[in-house]
C-alpha cells in the first residue's frame, strides 16, 4: 500500500513537472503545483499508528488573484494612455505650430497684408495680394479641419474594430467557462482551459475596463461599468450604438451589450480611449479651430461690410445666408429662429448705414435701425417688436435707386438702378455681417470658409476705407490680430487659437509622462506575476530529481517488501 501509493504520487508529480517543463515558453501559462497529503495512518495496536502512504491532494496553478486584478487593470490604463499620446501627437502634427506653415504663421501672414494695403490703399496688385493671402488663409483653415475630421472617423473605424473584437472575446470566454464546468464538475482546476481563458480575459482587459467575478462552479462572470456581460456560458456581447442627437453636428457613439441593450460607459482600456480622444481632443480642436474661423469671418466681414469699395461701391449683391420662409419674419435674435440661431455669431442691437452714390459723385445717405432689445413695445421680454429679416429687406427696398429682394433659395439681392452704386458703413449691430453682406469671407465654420467669389473676380471690390482713397477699414483688419473680443472672452484672434496649441502641448507632455509611468507599473505586475506563477527550469529541475528519487524509492521499497515477503513464505 505504501509503495504503490508513493509510485502513483510521484507518477502524477512527474507528470506536472514535464508539463510544467514543457509549456516554459508558452505565453500565458501558469506553472502548476502538485499538494501532496499523506495518507491516514493505521493503528497497531499499543496506541501506535503507522503511516499508509501518501496520496495527491491536489493539482492547482499558482496564481494570485488580486495580483492578476491589477495587472489587468494596468494593461487598461497603459492601452489607454498609449492611445491617448497617440492621438494628442497626430493633433501636433495636424496643427503644425511653430513650423512657419501654422495657422497662427497664416493669421499673421493674413493681417500682415491688410496693414500693407492700409500703407498703400490704391494698389491694386496690394488689393490681389490681400485677396490672394485671405484664399490662402481659408484653404489652410479648411484643410486642417478636413485633416481632423480624418482624424476622427480613423477614431470612430478603430472603434467598430475594437468592439467587435471585445464582443469575439466574450463569446469565446463563455465558451470556455462552459468547457472548464463541464470538465471540473466541481472537482479540481482545469488548468489549460482555466490559462485559456486568463489569456482572452487579459486581451479583453486592454480594450475595456472589466472586473471578474469567479464562481464556485469555476465559471467567470465579466462585468463592464457594473453590467454583467457574461454570466456563466452566456454572453451579452457589445456593440457599437450611433445615434444622431437634434441639434448636434457630430454622430453619438455609444457601447452597448447586443442581448438586453444597455449601455456600458468604458473608462479606460483601448474601446474607452477612444470614446474620450474622439469627444474630447479631436472634437476639442475641431471645436476650437470652428471658434477661430467663425470670429475670423464674422469679424472681419463686420468691419469690410462697413468700407468703400476701391471701385466706389456695389451694383449688385447677393447675401451668403440663405433664409427658408419661416425665418425670414422673425426677429434675428429670436431663438425660434434656427437660421439665425444655429450660427456662431450674430447680430445685436444698432444700426447701420447704406450710401447711394451716382455717377457724379453725389451720395445719399440712410440709417437702418436694427433693433433687437428683445423687449416688446409694452416693456415685457419678448421678440415680437424686434427687428426681422423682412423688416431689413423691406427697409433696404424702401431706399430710392435700391432694389431689394429675397431670391427662390432665400438669398438677399440687392440691386442698383443705372448710374448708381451702393455701399455700407458704420454697422454697429453686426447685421450686414450675420446676414452675409458685402463681406470678404464667405461661410460660417472652418467647414466652409472662404473669400467671396465677386472679390476674387475683381479685387478693386475690396474695402480699403470709408472713401476711396482712406484706409480705415484696411486698419481696422490689421489691427484685429491684437483686439481684444468680448466673444472670446476678452483673447485676441491669435490668443484663442494659441491657448488651444498650448493646451493640446501640455496634454500631450502629460500623456507621455504618464505612459511611462503606467508602462513602468504594468512591467512591475507582469514581473511579480511571472515571479509567482511562471516556470523556472531550475526549480522544475530540482522538482523532477526529487520526483524521480521518490519513485526509484518508491520501487525500491516494494522490491525490498517482496524479498521479505519471499523469505517469509520460504520459512513456512
Known amino acids: 500500500m505504501i509503495g504503490r501509493s508513493a509510485l502513483l504520487a510521484s507518477q502524477v508529480a512527474l507528470q ?22 499523506p495518507a491516514p495512518g493505521s493503528n497497531i495496536g499499543a496506541n501506535m499508528f503507522v503511516g499508509r502512504g501518501v496520496g495527491v491532494q491536489e493539482i492547482a496553478r499558482v496564481v494570485n488573484p488580486a495580483l492578476q486584478a491589477r495587472v489587468r487593470a494596468s494593461l487598461g490604463q497603459e492601452a489607454a494612455a498609449s492611445l491617448e499620446l497617440s492621438v494628442l501627437n497626430t493633433i501636433e502634427t495636424i496643427t503644425n505650430e511653430l513650423t512657419g506653415i501654422d495657422l497662427s504663421s497664416g493669421l499673421g501672414a493674413f493681417f500682415n497684408a491688410f496693414s500693407e494695403l492700409a500703407n498703400n490703399p490704391g494698389g491694386s496688385a496690394v488689393r490681389a495680394a490681400v485677396v490672394e493671402q485671405g484664399s490662402a488663409l481659408a484653404a489652410q483653415i479648411r484643410a486642417m479641419r478636413a485633416d481632423l475630421l480624418r482624424t476622427r472617423e480613423q477614431l470612430e473605424s478603430q472603434l467598430q474594430t475594437n468592439v467587435k473584437r471585445a464582443d469575439e472575446l466574450l463569446t469565446e470566454i463563455a465558451s470556455l467557462n462552459k468547457a472548464i464546468v463541464n470538465s471540473e464538475q466541481g472537482r479540481g482546476e482545469e488548468g489549460n482551459l482555466r490559462d485559456q481563458r486568463d489569456r482572452l ?34 454572453s451579452k456581447g457589445l456593440r457599437v450604438d450611433i445615434r444622431s442627437e437634434p441639434g448636434q453636428e457630430m454622430l453619438e457613439f455609444r457601447v452597448q451589450t447586443r442581448v438586453d441593450p444597455e449601455v456600458v460607459r468604458p473608462r479606460s482600456g483601448t474601446i474607452g480611449a477612444l470614446l474620450e480622444q474622439r ?23 463686420r468691419l469690410h461690410s462697413g468700407g468703400t469699395p476701391a471701385s466706389g461701391g456695389w451694383t449688385e449683391l447677393t447675401s451668403d445666408l440663405r433664409l427658408p420662409m419661416a425665418d425670414r419674419t422673425l426677429a434675428l435674435n429670436d431663438p425660434a429662429n434656427t437660421t439665425l440661431s444655429g450660427l456662431p455669431f450674430g447680430a445685436k442691437n444698432g444700426s447701420f448705414k447704406v450710401v447711394m452714390r451716382d455717377q457724379n459723385g453725389n451720395t445719399a445717405e440712410t440709417t437702418i435701425s436694427v433693433n433687437l432689445d428683445g423687449i416688446t413695445n409694452t416693456g415685457t421680454a419678448g421678440f415680437d417688436d424686434d427687428t426681422t429679416a423682412a423688416d431689413i429687406i423691406a427697409a433696404l427696398d424702401a431706399i430710392p435707386n435700391l432694389n431689394a429682394q429675397i431670391l427662390p433659395d432665400g438669398r438677399l439681392r440687392l440691386t442698383t438702378d443705372a448710374g448708381y452704386e451702393v455701399s455700407f458703413g458704420d454697422d454697429t449691430s453686426g447685421a450686414l455681417a450675420t446676414l452675409g453682406i458685402a463681406g470678404f469671407f464667405t461661410g460660417t465654420n472652418g467647414s466652409d470658409i472662404g473669400v467671396r467669389s465677386e472679390l476674387k473676380n475683381d479685387p478693386s471690390l475690396l ?15 490689421a ?4 483686439t481684444a473680443l468680448s466673444e472670446l472672452n476678452g483673447r485676441t484672434l491669435m490668443e484663442q487659437w494659441q491657448n488651444s496649441v498650448e493646451r493640446n502641448a501640455v496634454q500631450t507632455r502629460s500623456a ?3 505612459l511611462q509611468a503606467l508602462s513602468s507599473v504594468r512591467q512591475s505586475l507582469e514581473a511579480q506575476e511571472i515571479a509567482l506563477s511562471g516556470v523556472s527550469l531550475d526549480e522544475e529541475s530540482i522538482n523532477l530529481i526529487a520526483y524521480q528519487q521518490q519513485y526509484q524509492g518508491a520501487a525500491r521499497f ?15
Open 16 to 37: 506536472v513537472t514535464g508539463n510544467n517543463i514543457a509549456n516554459a515558453a508558452t505565453p500565458g501559462y501558469h506553472r502548476q503545483r502538485v499538494s501532496m497529503i
Open 201 to 234: 480575459v487579459g486581451e479583453l482587459s486592454g480594450l475595456i475596463d472589466i472586473s471578474t467575478v469567479e464562481q464556485s462552479s469555476g465559471a467567470m462572470d465579466i462585468l463592464i461599468d457594473s453590467q454583467p456581460v457574461v454570466l456563466g456560458s452566456v
Open 279 to 301: 469627444q474630447v481632443a479631436v472634437q476639442g480642436t475641431l471645436k476650437d479651430l470652428d471658434t477661430v474661423a467663425s470670429q475670423l469671418i464674422f469679424q472681419v466681414n
Open 463 to 477: 474695402a480699403v476705407g470709408f472713401e476711396s482713397g482712406t484706409n480705415e477699414v484696411a486698419l481696422a483688419i
Open 479 to 482: 489691427e484685429l490680430r491684437n
Open 512 to 514: 507621455q509622462t504618464r
Open 558 to 572: 516494494i522490491s525490498v517488501t517482496n524479498e521479505l515477503t519471499a523469505v517469509l513464505l520460504g520459512l513456512v
